[in-house]
Structure formats: structure tokens, C-alpha cells
């Protein structure tokens, strides 16, 4: 069975708006602040049809923390997965960063390799999206390219992105642009 190429998704500021104070983005506390961006269900379509699988790859440390409860995130999952059913897994790392380090809190890759393995993922042709140095970090670790949305956060990064954009929409043309694409397959 040959292996298929996936997209890797950051959740927060790359599917869903984020809430920024002091210039570091936040995730939504709520089911009732989670909103896509515009275009996000379409541009899903577009790579979903193209060949890939599409991962969604999400830190919710709030939940570790105990600031957040669980079933909010699942709640905002449940609503994600109804807005882009062309999802094919979600993977979510609770883990809120403190003392010993997990091997799927991005920038660790382990929700990308625990992903790869289970659903049959060629890593060498897929990609990592994302708004925040820990995407870019999780995806080199991983071995996939990288797109970056700059939304010109304050934070210093450790990896240089394969690519910067500036929206969900050019991130995906970035994509279905690139050599073999959008026929991954090949």
C-alpha cells in the first residue's frame, strides 16, 4: 500500500482566529469563540482533493493548566470537524509544558509521527501549516516542509520556514504550487 502525503495543521491562528494581547496570540477559551477563517473550509477541499490527508495538530496546554476544561476543546473539535469534515484526524497534546518535556507537545513532532504511523503517512511528501515557531519547529523534526502564516507575532524562531505567507489561502496555493503537486500521487 503506498503511503500518502498529509498537510499538518495547526489549529489556532492557522484554521481558527486567535485572540492577541501584548502581540502573543491566544486560543479560543470558549465553543462560542471559535470561528474559521474565511476560506478555511473551501482551501481544506482543495487539498483534500489534491490527495492529501489532513491532520490537524493542536497544543491546548490551558487544558493542563486547569484553565480550560477538556470538553470545550472537544466541543470546539466536534464544531471544527462539522465545518471541515475533509479532516481526517485531529490530534491534541494537553500537555501544559512544565517539568518533563512530551514528545507531542510542539515543537516536539510526536503528534506528527504518532499521525504518520497510524493512518499511513509519507512524510517526505507532506507539509506542516502553521502561525507560531513551534509549528515550524515540530514540522522540520518531522522531516516535512514548512509554510509559516506571519501575522508578525513577537517571538523568535529557532527553524527557518520552507515558506512565509501571510494567510491560510496563500499558504495552500503554496502547496498545490509546489514540484509533483497537486497530483501527490505521482
Not at 489556532?12 to 502573543?24: A, I, S, W, Y
Not at 516535512?144 to 502564516?149: A, E, K, L, P
Not at 496563500?170 to 500521487?185: F, K, M, T
Request: charged share 25%.
Amino acid at each position: 500500500m503506498a503511503l500518502r502525503p498529509a498537510v499538518f495543521l495547526d489549529r489556532d491562528g492557522t484554521l481558527n482566529m486567535q485572540v492577541v494581547r501584548e502581540g502573543k496570540p491566544y486560543a479560543p477559551e470558549k465553543p462560542a469563540d471559535f470561528h474559521l477563517y474565511k476560506g478555511v473550509p473551501e482551501a481544506c477541499r482543495s487539498l483534500k482533493a489534491a490527495g492529501f490527508a489532513l491532520v490537524v495538530a493542536t497544543n491546548q496546554p490551558d487544558v493542563g493548566r486547569g484553565l480550560v476544561p477538556q470538553a470545550a476543546i472537544e466541543a470546539m473539535h466536534v464544531r471544527l470537524l462539522e465545518l471541515v469534515p475533509e479532516i481526517d484526524r485531529i490530534e491534541v497534546c494537553y500537555d501544559p509544558g512544565r517539568g518533563e518535556k512530551s514528545t507531542r507537545r510542539k515543537p516536539e513532532p510526536g503528534m506528527v509521527l504518532d499521525s504518520a504511523r497510524e493512518l499511513g503517512l509519507d512524510l517526505g511528501r507532506s507539509w506542516m501549516v502553521g502561525d507560531r515557531w513551534r509549528d515550524v519547529d515540530c514540522g522540520k523534526r518531522a522531516g516535512v516542509r514548512t509554510v509559516f502564516i506571519d501575522f508578525g507575532y513577537s517571538e523568535t524562531f529557532n527553524s527557518t520556514p520552507d515558506f512565509t505567507v501571510k494567510s491560510f489561502d496563500q499558504a495552500v496555493a503554496v502547496i498545490l504550487g509546489a514540484p509533483g503537486y497537486p497530483n501527490p500521487a505521482a
